[in-house]
């Protein structure tokens, strides 16, 4: 059973930045294909942004894109967001999400970390 811990949330003034980690355990990182989505007060959760480090491919949503970037390190097997030019619209809390390579569903969830961008 994968678990997904997230840290490096926090407040932040608009226009700054915070880079969020997500450390993994309990499987072959590298089997995984990793997420960040977020979740606003009131509001569904929606993506943000994935990796699939067997093709060396990213994907963002828009409204990140250009902004955020998502690395990881497979020696730590941690996942990176790294944020940039956060906007008030950042606030939410954020989840890491696994998925492993054979199936098409986020299956392993983190407990998410809070980011607060401040106007």
């Known amino acids: 059973q994968v678990q997904l811990v997230e840290s490096g949330g926090g407040v932040v003034q608009a226009g700054g930045s915070l880079r969020l980690a997500c450390a993994a355990s309990?499987?072959?990182?590298?089997?995984?294909?990793m997420g960040w989505f977020r979740q606003a007060p009131g509001k569904e959760r929606r993506f943000v942004a994935a990796?699939?480090?067997?093709?060396?491919?990213?994907y963002y949503s828009d409204s990140v894109k250009g902004r955020f970037t998502i690395s990881r390190d497979n020696t730590k097997n941690t996942v990176y967001l790294q944020m940039n030019s956060l906007k008030p619209e950042d606030t939410a809390v954020y989840y890491c999400a696994g998925r492993h390579y054979t199936g098409s569903a986020y299956n392993y969830w983190g407990q998410g970390t809070q980011v607060t961008v401040s106007s």
């Open positions: 309990g499987g072959s990182f590298t089997n995984y294909g």
């Open positions: 990796d699939n480090w067997r093709r060396g491919s990213t």
